[in-house]
């Protein structure tokens, strides 16, 4: 029987772990986190997958739970294999490797299946990812299903389903080194002892929780934004692997980071989860210190724009923006504007209102609202759940879909700064979830999942694809680890 080591404890290393158990190899876990903060990343997340599927039928192989109720008031509609490419194409500039986009999303439906097989269960994704028009909730932005009980759920779900099959998961155990013989990796190191395996998978995470890091890779300013996460993503399962030759690859200067609240605590609290985040920018205005805006807010769904916007307001005077919104679109913000921990300001006017904004110049604020408010054609219907073309032209930057004039009270603001998800750089990592050394060749023994895989995302990142990833590479890193890649 193959023994299997598997570096991590977040949604890639449990896949991995499940997968590898499949084929009979003998796994352990090690889970750098004790206990109480398992789960990494993952834990801290919606559980929002993003998956090809083709109408309610493959809907319902997913959510087996779905009432026929459900399935007559939604419109699921698509998210074919072609739009997955497009967007992962688009959105990363076309610097994706397609050899790793491809497996991603060609495996992410079987995936997801193989997922609910093993008893993970998933849910539409009502709250965050439709709206309902014309007496139909609809769906528009490939983002369609989450894990029930969201990331947290998934980390429970899928520990169980590791523990019920025999994986041997130990917390507060963090791998320090590779072991190598005669270039083939053949075990772990922690702190206190050497552990042999056949083979080991790093699914340990990027470097967002190392400042230093981020300051040296990422740019200058990068130390100072708060992390949405957990703390113990520091890069170690990059460092072992380029200790033991691995090359590197992708984005390394790249990373996923978004609009957070201003006061959040410097890593994530597993009591907020991800609703620090302030994802509801495009039905809104956004201005900075100067009281100016700097963003299209509607450049595009907020899928597609939300994980690169945080680096622009890490560019601004202070690192901070405020969110703006009137009365009319209050109703349709995301749950995360309704919770007790969060910077906000509210008044009757925007005079007050912008006099409120701490640490904004007041009359330019309004000289900005007020010329943005010109600028709404407001000839255009406005239709949130699709881009409905409804712009504010002639005013620098433009805002392309879903402007509204601000002309309603209530009027409020949202103070935030930027919040690092993830990093983009990482291992050089083939489609066997492989890992590649500094001379073409995988490196055997060693297999990698997860966000310390490089050549995916590079500048930004079509939300939810982060999960699927980590279970589409983890289940293959497990199944390889186990009996060699077929
Ligand atoms: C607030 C937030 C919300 C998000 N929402 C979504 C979403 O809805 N959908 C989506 O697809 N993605 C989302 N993401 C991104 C997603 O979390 C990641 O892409 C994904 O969880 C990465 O999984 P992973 O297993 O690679 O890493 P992680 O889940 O971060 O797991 C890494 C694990 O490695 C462990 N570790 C680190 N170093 C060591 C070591 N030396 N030894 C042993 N263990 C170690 C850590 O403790 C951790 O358990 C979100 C991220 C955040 C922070």
Redesign the pocket.
């Known amino acids: 029987m193959n023994r299997v080591i598997v ?8 896949c991995a772990a499940i997968s590898a158990r499949e084929q009979g190899a003998d796994v352990t876990v ?4 004790p206990f109480g ?14 998956v090809v599927y083709d109408g309610n039928d493959d809907m319902r192989a997913l959510m087996p739970d779905l009432t026929e109720d459900e399935l007559a008031r939604t419109d699921f509609g698509a998210y074919p294999r072609d739009r997955f490419y497009d967007d992962m194409g688009r959105i990363t500039e076309y610097r994706t490797d397609p050899d790793l986009a491809g497996k991603l999303i060609d495996e992410s439906f079987d995936t997801l299946r193989w997922m609910t097989g093993h008893g993970v269960r998933f849910l539409p994704m009502y709250g965050r990812q439709s709206f309902e028009t014309d007496g139909r909730v609809r769906f528009w932005g490939g983002l369609t299903v ?1 894990a029930w009980g ?2 947290p759920g998934l980390v429970d779900s899928l520990t169980d389903i590791a523990r019920r099959g025999g994986v041997d998961i130990r917390y507060g ?4 080194a590779l072991e190598l013989k005669a270039g083939r990796v053949c075990g772990v190191r ?1 702190a206190d002892a050497a552990l042999a395996a056949d083979a080991v998978v790093l ?4 470097f967002e929780s190392n400042a230093a890091w981020r300051a040296q890779y990422l740019g200058p300013g990068w130390e100072i934004a708060k992390v ?3 703390r ?3 890069g ?2 990059i460092r ?1 692997a380029l200790d033991a030759g691995a090359a590197s690859r992708g984005n390394w200067s790249g990373c ?1 980071a978004v609009a957070w609240d201003m006061h959040a605590p410097d890593f ?1 609290d597993l009591d907020v ?2 609703n ?2 302030k994802h509801s920018y495009p039905l809104g205005v956004v201005l900075n210190a100067e009281g100016r805006r700097f963003v299209d807010e509607g450049a595009d769904f907020r899928n597609y724009t939300y994980a690169k916007y945080g680096r622009e307001i890490l560019r601004q005077t202070g690192q901070f923006a405020w969110q703006v919104f009137d009365g009319k679109v209050l109703p349709l913000l995301r749950d995360e504007y309704r919770i007790k921990r969060m910077t906000k300001v509210s008044a009757d006017s925007l005079e007050a209102l912008v006099k409120k904004l701490d640490g904004v110049d007041a009359a330019q604020a309004l000289a900005t609202l007020q010329a943005f408010n010109a600028a709404v054609d407001v000839d255009t219907p406005f239709d949130p759940a699709v881009k409905d073309g409804r712009a504010a032209r002639g005013i620098d930057p433009p805002k392309s879909n879903w402007a509204n004039r601000l002309d309603t009270p209530p009027f409020e603001a949202y103070g935030v700064t930027c ?1 690092i ?2 990093t983009f750089g990482g291992l050089h990592v083939d489609d066997q979830s492989r890992v590649v050394g500094v001379d073409g060749a995988p490196i055997e023994g060693l297999y990698a ?4 895989v490089g050549g995916l995302f590079y500048f930004n990142y079509p ?8 279970a589409v590479f ?1 289940r293959t890193a497990g199944r390889n680890a186990a009996s060699g890649p077929g």
Do not use: P
Not at 7 to 14: K, Q, Y
Not at 203 to 206: E, F, N, Q, R, S
């Open positions: 570096v991590g404890g977040g949604n890639a290393a449990l090690l889970e750098r986190a903060q398992r789960g990494g990343n993952s834990r801290f997340t919606a559980g929002g997958m993003r989450e969201g990331g155990a963090r791998a320090v922690t699914a340990c995470g990027g949405r996460g957990t113990f993503n520091t170690d399962g072992m996923h994530g989860g991800d620090f985040q919040g998800t993830f999942a997860g966000e310390l939300g939810g694809t982060g999960l699927t990833s980590g983890g």
